[in-house]
């Protein structure tokens, strides 16, 4: 049944003074709302496995790639992508990392230091999750990291983002399998199936709305006393393990609420980003969140005798405007979390909600979809704030190094 957008699908049953639905009417606009982004996702972009990352023009190729004029032509060459040196010379991400991976300046983590694991986290709705998840999700495979983003939230909004319809994916692609293994045997466990994006360098762990029944499957397990049901905070953790070696960093998109799935998540991350938008309310859920996250993986740490820590963890402001109240939380924000309260972050800013609107991020939306300064402006907040995280992540990974430099020369 197709419908127009500008004319709503009454309730069957509904008084000239009440509003009242029926289960059968939520059913109903379930239904007509996934026409609705169906033909939105139709008009803004192709299907998934026809979707193209926009090409990049030399100037933006080199300074994506950090790689000099002198250096770029002789690599294009050799690489036979062309030989033009003009501003319209135009290339693909693919051809960008390819340039890299000649040159031998692609980054990738150092032997010695394991997959960063990021998860995007705050349980309060509306905190702009998966908008911080999706930019930085592209910005790290843009700088040439092999990158995986997972959708940890049943509702799939990162997903569709994507390019993929959560309603139409099996479910054995998504987390809902790793619930089901706390009852099967470890022969007959499903794995993690990363699939590949439009981008280069970036795989997907898409979510389906299948995944709510994740903590039934936990719940069952406990009551029918199942073995090795008390490890089910180690699902998620486990399957990353048998993966992360294919990957510099992953990007977890989390559910803006408490449950199984989540516990899983903060346990399997080792990397925390936590936003922050510059209202009270805000601020208060999100000193919950540290207050509740805290309580539960510090009982388990104690009863498993395991320290658990994340590694950077950062607090960012998105959809922050220049407004009293804003600088209030920012100055409340940074009396708590101290250095942990990063300057870097995204702002409120047109650009962002215009590409959002067409289904995509700022990285793939042009100048002539999106006012171009007003995309200049975001894309410089994003980039700058993806950088701070690339800085960090490296810092890590040093200390990784030495760690495990350690560990070998005492084993010597």
Not at 135 to 160: E, K, N
Not at 287 to 295: A, E, L, N, R, T
Request: proline share 5%; charged share 25%.
């Amino acid at each position: 049944m197709a419908t127009s957008i500008d004319a709503p699908i009454e309730p069957v049953q509904s008084g000239p003074t009440t509003l009242r639905a029926t289960p059968e009417d939520f059913r109903r606009w379930a239904d007509v709302g996934q026409e609705m982004l169906l033909k939105l996702a139709e008009a803004t972009n192709e299907p998934n496995e026809r979707r193209v990352l926009r090409t990049f023009r030399k100037t933006e190729a080199m300074e994506i790639g950090r790689i000099t004029e002198y250096r770029w032509n002789e690599a294009r060459k050799k690489l036979k992508f062309g030989v033009s040196t003009t501003a319209e010379a135009r290339v693909t991400l693919e051809e960008i990392h390819k340039i890299q991976e000649m040159l031998g300046i692609r980054p990738r983590r150092p032997k010695g230091s394991r997959a960063i694991r990021m998860a995007v986290a705050n349980f309060k709705g509306g905190a702009t999750k998966t908008t911080v998840a999706f930019h930085i999700g592209q910005a790290f495979p843009l700088r040439g990291y092999r990158t995986l983003l997972v959708d940890a939230d049943p509702q799939g909004t990162l997903s569709r983002l994507m390019g993929f319809r959560p309603e139409n994916i099996d479910p054995d692609m998504t987390l809902t399998s790793l619930f089901e293994n706390v009852s099967k045997e470890q022969k007959d466990r499903i794995g993690l199936r990363p699939q590949p994006t439009h981008i280069d360098g970036l795989d997907i762990i898409p979510a389906s709305l299948e995944m709510t029944g994740s903590d039934i499957h936990i719940a069952s397990a406990f009551m029918q006393k199942v073995e090795g049901a008390s490890e089910f905070y180690r699902l998620f953790d486990d399957a990353l393990a048998a993966i992360e070696d294919n990957y510099d960093i992953i990007v977890i998109d989390t559910a803006p609420a408490f449950s199984f799935l989540a516990l899983n998540v903060l346990w399997a991350a080792n990397s925390l980003v936590v936003p922050l938008p510059p209202s009270f309310p805000d601020f208060s859920a999100t000193v919950d969140f540290c207050g509740m996250s805290g309580d539960l993986i510090s009982a388990i740490s104690r009863l498993k005798g395991f320290g658990k820590s994340w590694s950077p963890t950062v607090f960012m402001h998105s959809r922050s405007e220049s407004t009293n109240a804003a600088a209030d939380v920012r100055t409340f924000a940074g009396h708590l979390f101290g250095r942990y309260r990063v300057e870097e972050g995204i702002p409120k800013l047109s650009a962002v909600e215009n590409a959002l609107s067409q289904m995509r991020s700022i990285y793939e939306v042009t100048g002539a979809e999106v006012d171009s300064r007003a995309l200049r402006r975001a894309r410089d907040a994003v980039d700058q704030f993806s950088d701070r995280l690339v800085k960090l992540i490296e810092g890590e990974w040093a200390e990784q190094v030495r760690e495990s430099e350690v560990v070998e020369n005492d084993h010597e």
